[in-house]
């Protein structure tokens, strides 16, 4: 089952705040956060193994409501470099299923 | 460290033609994936191989789609006969072991089927 993710486009200036959500209808062992920018290959950012577990990166960080099978990216004082196309990936019987992806835009 | 290794890198076949595609993955990891990304979506997993076992083929249209891993470490993916649908980047990724393990993803191979 996908997991569903919101909003599918945010469109920020520098400096601002964003927050995607990624949800799933199955529970949840592990959900996985990557960044793709146009052509090319995803990048890992974090994998949260627990629930309620927030981790960081930066000026990235996330949040695993394992309860409500609910993850959230945040991304604080957006920079230029942020923009590209996030993918969680939800991990519940041994596979890694992705989203659809939330398309990130920074502008100056 | 040498990343995931594909090739080609783009590939414009017509219907109905074949075509393969290859896949080195990270030194030492015992996880292989194959992902298809069609343009605009996120990924989604045709197989998942671990050492040069069958883990989860589940989403892989067998009538068409073939894939193999001998002797666990290159694998290679062919479409035969390919359709328009199957246009799409197709993605390799590996990684050490298996569940919540950091993937590593190659840089593509972009298919066009005309």
């Known amino acids: 089952q996908q997991p569903v993710q919101s909003p599918q486009a945010v469109i920020l200036r520098e400096g601002e705040d964003a927050v995607i959500n990624c949800s799933s209808s199955?529970?949840?062992?592990?959900v996985h956060w990557y960044r793709q920018k146009h052509g090319e290959a995803p990048v890992f950012l974090m994998i949260?193994?627990?629930?309620?577990e927030q981790k960081g990166h930066d000026k990235i960080s996330a949040s695993f409501n394992e309860k409500k099978q609910q993850s959230s990216l945040y991304l604080t004082a957006s920079q230029l470099s942020y923009s590209g196309t996030y993918f969680c990936?939800?991990?519940?019987?041994?596979?890694?299923?992705f989203g659809q992806g939330t398309t990130l835009q920074v502008k100056p | 460290e040498a990343g995931v290794a594909q090739s080609p890198r783009y590939k414009i076949i017509e219907k109905r033609q074949s075509v393969a595609f290859w896949c080195n993955p990270i030194?030492?990891?015992?996880?292989l994936y194959w992902y298809q990304q069609i343009l605009g979506q996120g990924p989604k997993l045709l197989i998942q191989?671990?050492?040069?076992?069958?883990?989860?083929d589940s989403q892989l249209p067998k009538d068409r789609f073939s894939a193999e891993r001998l002797k666990g470490v290159d694998s290679t993916l062919k479409i035969q006969p390919a359709k328009l649908e199957d246009s799409a980047v197709y993605l390799c990724?590996?990684?050490f072991g298996t569940g919540a393990e950091k993937l590593f993803f190659g840089s593509g191979t972009q298919l066009s089927v005309l």
């Open positions: 990724a590996s990684s």
């Open positions: 199955k529970a949840l062992y592990s």
């Open positions: 949260l193994l627990k629930g309620g």
């Open positions: 990936g939800t991990e519940a019987t041994g596979k890694l299923i």
């Open positions: 030194s030492g990891h015992a996880t």
């Open positions: 191989f671990q050492n040069n076992g069958v883990v989860d």
